[in-house]
Antibody, heavy 121, light 110 residues
């Protein structure tokens, strides 16, 4: 069964870049959209962006200027970089897979456990 | 983009039915069937329970049902059970470029 696992530093200093990786096990990364979603007490759930296995990306307009997503199909993993972080970026970060429903609309069918990232000096 | 609006909390007794709503602006619901619902227990990742407004993934109890009317989507839990106590979030397409937006979440107490 397919599983997702986030990894990366749990503490990032203000103004630096947050970097996380999501490793996909038990299945191929190819043929799917892969998203990053974060959750904080203040903002709730917030979609950050997504990347297709071929590399095409879409980003949340509110974060677009600071986000870069990349994908490594040979190692079955994809990554998030969020630059110029502030305390407001402190959140649990989830990676998630999108699958197609019967109406060919995407939905998040599989999530990682999430990883807490704290922005603090 | 604004979050979708949900009730902060809904409560019910075991065996009862409850319904919660998810209201967005017309631009949030541009793709009328792109509404999904997630259940989240404390410390856990969200789990999809409804997608494409009304569909249930394999393994999800048929006590969960979804519907939509105009700019409001609804999730009903029938035969409420203690294990249903959790936070519930709706999600839809934001319509500007391509973007998802989540609801503010509803805490269900049994």
């Amino acid at each position: 069964q397919v599983q997702l696992q986030e990894s990366g530093p749990g503490l990032v200093k203000p103004s630096e870049t947050l970097s996380l990786t999501c490793s996909v096990s038990g299945g191929s990364i190819r043929g799917y959209y892969w998203s990053w979603i974060r959750q904080s007490a203040v903002e709730g759930l917030e979609w950050i962006g997504r990347i297709y296995s071929h590399g095409a990306t879409s980003y949340n307009p509110s974060l677009k200027s600071r986000v870069v997503l990349s994908i490594d199909t040979s190692n079955n993993q994809f990554s998030l970089q969020l630059s110029s972080v502030t305390a407001a970026d402190t959140a649990v970060y989830f990676c998630a897979r999108e699958s197609l429903g019967e109406l060919l609309l995407n939905y998040f069918d599989l999530w990682g456990h999430g990883t807490l990232v704290t922005v603090s000096s | 983009q604004s979050a979708l609006t949900q009730e902060a909390s809904v409560s019910g007794s075991p065996g009862q039915s409850i319904t919660m709503s998810c209201t967005g602006t017309s631009s949030d619901f541009v793709s009328y069937n792109r509404v999904s619902w997630f259940q989240q227990h404390p410390g856990k990742a969200p789990k999809v329970i409804i997608y494409e407004v009304t569909k249930r993934p394999s393994g999800v109890s048929n006590r969960f049902s979804g519907s939509k009317s105009g700019n409001t989507a609804s999730l009903t839990i029938s035969g409420l059970q203690a294990e249903d106590e959790a936070d519930y979030y709706c999600c839809s397409y934001a319509g500007s470029g391509f973007s998802y937006v989540f609801g503010s979440g509803t805490k269900v107490t049994v």
